[in-house]
């Protein structure tokens, strides 16, 4: 391994794990939202969050360049309040990879919520508990799997995620160079075949150990659960 | 304590209005199934927003729609028994029971300290397991003390031992009558059961279509019930007991009533449950039959019900129910005031 690949798979480990931790407690919000929330514009907020699921994703690149490119409305402030530059840095690719993975996570998080009984957060209610204190006492730990199974979705697509990151930061080396966006660039170049098959190898055993953790992590809080 | 509700909700087609004062003890939400009682539990307990009207619990407005005022369910103090335990899966019984605890202080409310919860409802031995491996008259003992141990100033319990067998409601039921008896907790009891009512309730609130019917002490409003298995309650005495043929007599304003061996003591407090339909009328003091009780009392009201009729008795001030069919109403010709004899068939008991 080359240190070049090495850099590229560091890089989106960190990219990865960056963009589902900084998204899962909005993913969590908005899953709650969708789950049990009555306001105007729902459906309007469910477009939205799988919006990034339907468009091709060179699409939603180039709409965040657009948005949060350096001239870009909301990049530009960003910038000028609180100097945080997204254009082709690594917080870029994981804003990217965090948009691409935001609609599976939301999902899977929704789901889990939707099977928590509505009982037995009124029962909770009744015995004193605040809303947000029955969300955290209750809700929130009957659809742990699901979280969990969320943020393994959003972590295996930003492993994976290619287009809109490519549009949005680039392929520069060390700074935005993700593996897929690696082993693109090893097959475009004479005699990267080796490299790019390594990457692809370590890019299978990352995917399968997220997977296998996920399920064990499932069923230890499942067998918790149900123990006598 | 007094709960003091005043409301109009509309659900669908159905319309519900009910007004009644409650007073200390087991007030019993007496009806039919689709008559309203979980609707009008929920409005007291928070967890429906009624249309218009207040409910009031020892002078604290709950709810004003007047005034736009809505304390939400987690404010309100008030314990809340389900049908369906709901007790939290994910806990154990401990925790199940403690989950109350950390948002209420202590003040007020019931003094209900843990041991002595623990004890009262005879669920020492499952505190270490979780609910799913409960049976269903053990969640409902776990459910009564969870809310228990929140400090409620109201208990709410929505048919607790609706979806239990008969074994496990007998094995429950003393448990309820200790809360009422020791607990100090005021309890709005849901039930459709009669037999129930007569043994909890102090104060009974009918309610019909929505409605309330009638409100009043268990020993005046049950008799009216219009449910099927209507019937009378009688306070009685246990008087003495037969070894010989195994029998018991109760010593009741009515008079004496010899019924099966009872486990009380003589001079115990018993409340029997004479069902409508166990009750004969004859106009003479009928000899020679098999039934051991009868009773001297006059006709108070008759009131027809389809091809039958029922008849309320009024025996030296205790009221009894009888349910005849028309055809006999008119052979006896009964009419308010006439002295007739009722011959009881079975009297089912309950210790009070």
């Known amino acids: 391994m080359t240190a070049e690949e090495w850099t590229a798979v560091r890089l989106s480990l960190l990219v990865a794990v960056t963009a589902t931790a900084a998204s899962l407690p909005l993913g969590v919000a908005i899953a709650w939202l969708l789950a049990r929330g009555r306001f105007w514009g729902k459906g309007l907020l469910d477009t939205l969050v799988h919006l990034p699921l339907i468009l091709p994703p060179v699409v939603t690149g180039y709409l965040l360049l657009i948005l949060f490119g350096r001239r870009g409305p909301i990049g530009e402030f960003l910038d000028r309040a609180f100097g945080i530059v997204f254009a082709f840095r690594w917080t870029g690719a994981v804003l990217a990879c965090a948009v691409m993975g935001f609609p599976l996570m939301v999902r899977a998080i929704r789901l889990s919520i939707e099977a928590v009984d509505t009982r037995l957060e009124s029962a909770a209610g009744t015995l004193g508990a605040h809303p947000l204190l029955v969300f955290a006492t209750i809700t929130l730990p009957l659809c742990l799997p699901g979280v969990i199974a969320g943020a393994i979705l959003c972590f295996a697509k930003s492993m994976g995620e290619f287009g809109a990151t490519i549009t949005f930061v680039s392929n520069i080396p060390g700074e935005t160079q993700t593996l897929p966006s690696a082993i693109y660039t090893l097959t475009q170049i004479p005699g990267g075949d080796a490299g790019a098959l390594r990457l692809t190898l370590i890019s299978v055993v990352i995917s399968m150990v997220a997977l296998l953790g996920s399920e064990m992590l499932a069923r230890r809080l499942g067998a918790r659960r149900v123990a006598t | ?352």
Not at chain 2, 36 to 50: A, W
Not at chain 2, 156 to 181: C, H, K, Q, T, V
Not at chain 2, 247 to 275: F, M, N, W
Request: net charge positive; with cysteine.
């Open chain 2, 1 to 352: 304590m007094s709960l003091d509700v005043d409301i109009k909700h509309r659900h669908g087609t159905f319309h519900l209005q009910a007004r009644f004062v409650s007073q200390p003890g087991v007030t019993a939400l007496f009806g039919r199934s689709g008559s309203g009682k979980t609707t009008l539990v929920n409005i007291v307990g928070g967890l429906i927003r009624p249309d218009r009207g207040r409910v009031t619990v020892d002078g604290q407005v709950l709810v004003d729609t007047d005034r736009r005022l809505f304390v939400p369910r987690h404010r309100r103090r008030i314990g809340y028994v389900f049908q369906d335990s709901r007790l939290f899966p994910h806990l154990s019984v401990r925790q199940n029971l403690l989950y109350g605890r950390w948002f209420t202080s202590g003040t007020g409310g019931a003094v209900a300290d843990f041991d002595s919860v623990v004890e009262l409802l005879g669920i020492g031995a499952l505190l270490d397991r979780r609910p799913d491996s409960l049976s269903g008259g053990e969640k409902q003992r776990v459910a009564i003390g969870r809310a228990l141990l929140a400090h409620p100033r109201l208990l709410l319990m929505d048919e607790p031992l609706a979806s239990l067998d008969e074994a496990r409601r007998a094995e429950i039921l003393p448990y309820i009558e200790r809360l009422r008896d020791k607990a100090g907790v005021p309890i709005l009891y849901v039930s459709h059961s009669v037999a129930e009512v007569a043994r909890l309730a102090t104060t009974v609130v009918i309610l019909s279509d929505g409605k309330v019917t009638a409100v009043g002490p268990v020993l005046d409003i049950l008799p009216l019930a219009d449910a099927s298995d209507g019937g009378s309650v009688l306070d009685a005495v246990v008087a003495h007991h037969d070894e010989g043929f195994q029998l018991t007599t109760l010593a009741s304003v009515a008079g004496e009533l010899q019924v099966p061996r009872l486990s009380a003591p003589a001079g115990a407090s018993v409340r029997a449950y004479i069902r409508a339909r166990d009750v004969m009328l004859s106009l003479q003091p009928p000899q020679e039959i098999s039934a051991l009780n009868v009773l001297a009392g006059k006709v108070a009201q008759i009131v027809p019900s389809g091809a039958q009729a029922d008849i309320r008795l009024d025996c030296n001030g205790a009221v009894l129910m009888a349910r005849l069919t028309n055809k006999s109403v008119q052979r006896l010709a009964l009419v308010p005031g006439r002295p007739v004899y009722a011959v009881i068939k079975s009297v089912s008991f309950e210790r009070s």
